[in-house]
């Protein structure tokens, strides 16, 4: 039987190791970790999901109490059109981000960033395209668009110097969500470097109703395939969720995905952003403590941990700090529920909303635990010492397992 390292990905005139480590908002996949992905020969990603937030963590920059400095007035009001991400400002943000950990990269390997359509900062498509730019600006690798159909995306950046030399892909959950890409962008010439499939079993939002569980991974990427040869276009494609094991992988390669994208089993790695406490609440779940529920005020269905703190918590919107999630018209689908219960309880100190979440805070303070499908099996990868608690992995551990292991063996630390 093959291994994952018997298959090489071709991007860019680079020979990589097929392993990609998706991206994972709010700095959960770290610079760190993206750094260490790219030393070890394959792809690693940042994301830009709260980058002024992310800045101020990275570097001590103050962006975020100068936007409440700004908006503080505004924090009791329900409308909240009129709060601002400061372009500029977001440049500077996503230009730090970018900028140090491209200087710091070593190896071989590249570094993306993954942007979120869905984070529509009450301005979807000026923000968009100084995310873009900026992180092109800074060196970047290259860009995966997620969470949406990015139909405009690529012309945002069409007059950007690198838009034809950075690597630049999309995350889809059907051959339709590609059809409809592909055909929208037919006039830019411009194919995307990559296409990551990204089935049922995922970490983060997913790209399903909530019938995911009708779906699979090796269904869509073999529609894929299929749509693209049946085109004539050559787009590597990388297989992505509930990939466990370097086996996992390889059936993957084998079947005809240029790559695997992975990223749960990295969620327990020194290198990850998630607190130490945190990490051990993945270890410890069982398959009994993973929901897909309809909370993030995204609309779409987002997998976690059923005992995150953020779920059920009433907290005030805190959108003069954050905002990433107002829509166009400066509205987010938790605020209208958090307005709902207060109103329902007029006297309470604190009210609990059970129907969306804050998902800017509480991501932005790793209070929602999100996971995929195979969370739970997260335990047996390790040893556990004499207090009970798990060892932590380091990530070029977990890199080189899923590089070499075969005959689903996962490689427990020394
Ligand atoms: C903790 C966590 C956070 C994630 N955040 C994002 C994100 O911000 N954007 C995104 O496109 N995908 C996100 N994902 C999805 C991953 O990038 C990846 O495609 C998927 O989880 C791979 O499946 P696996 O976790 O089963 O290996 C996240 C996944 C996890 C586990």
Redesign the pocket.
């Known amino acids: 039987m093959k291994r994952v390292d018997d298959f090489r990905l071709q991007l860019g005139g680079k020979e990589l190791v097929p392993i990609v480590i ?5 700095d ?2 770290t610079a760190e970790l993206a750094l260490e992905v790219a030393r070890l020969g394959g792809i690693g ?1 940042i ?1 830009d ?1 709260m980058v002024q937030t992310v800045s101020d963590r990275r570097f001590d920059t103050k962006f975020v109490s100068e936007k409440l400095k700004k908006y503080k007035t505004n924090a009791a009001s329900s409308d909240k059109s009129s709060v601002h991400f400061n372009l500029a400002v977001l440049e500077e943000a996503t230009r730090y981000h970018v900028g140090r950990t491209m200087e710091a990269k070593r190896g071989d390997g590249m570094i993306f960033i ?1 942007c ?1 359509e869905k984070l529509t900062m009450n301005a979807p498509r000026e923000t968009l395209r100084m995310r873009l730019s900026a992180a092109l600006d800074a060196g970047i690798d290259g860009i ?1 668009l ?2 949406g159909l990015h139909l405009g995306s690529f012309a945002l950046i069409e007059d950007h110097p690198r838009f034809r030399d950075a690597k630049l892909g999309i ?1 889809v959950s059907s051959p339709r969500a590609l059809a409809m890409f592909l055909r929208k962008n037919a006039r830019l010439q411009r194919l995307p470097d990559y296409i ?1 499939v ?1 089935g049922p ?5 997913l790209g399903f109703g909530m019938d995911w569980a009708k779906y699979d991974l090796a269904t869509l990427v073999a529609e894929v395939l299929a749509y693209l040869k049946s085109e004539h276009l050559e787009i590597p494609v990388i297989a ?5 094991t370097g086996s996992d992988a390889s059936a993957f390669l084998e079947q005809g995905a240029a790559a695997v ?5 990295f ?1 327990v790695t020194q290198e990850c952003g ?1 607190p130490d406490k945190v990490k051990q609440e993945y270890f410890k779940a069982s398959e009994d403590d993973i929901e897909v529920n309809t909370i993030s005020p995204t609309g779409y269905p987002m997998r976690m941990l059923k005992g995150s703190p953020g779920i059920g918590a009433g907290i005030r919107p805190n959108c003069e700090a954050y905002g990433y999630l107002l829509d166009a018209n400066g509205r987010c689908a938790y605020i209208d529920a958090y307005n709902r219960q207060v109103e329902l309880h007029p006297d309470a100190k604190k009210v609990k909303v059970t129907e969306k979440t804050c998902l800017c805070t509480h991501m932005r303070n790793f209070d929602i ?7 739970w099996r997260l335990k047996d990868t390790t040893r556990r010492a004499t207090d009970g608690s798990y060892r932590l992995l380091t990530a070029e551990h977990v890199f080189r397992d899923y590089q070499f292991s075969v005959n689903q063996k996962i490689a427990l630390p020394d």
């Open positions: 998706g991206g994972m908002g709010v959960i996949s990603h994301s999901a993954n979120m995966t997620s969470a995350i990551v990204e079993l995922a970490g983060g939002h992505a969720g509930g990939i466990f994208q992975v990223a749960t089993r969620t998630l635990w999100t996971c995929g499908q195979t969370a």
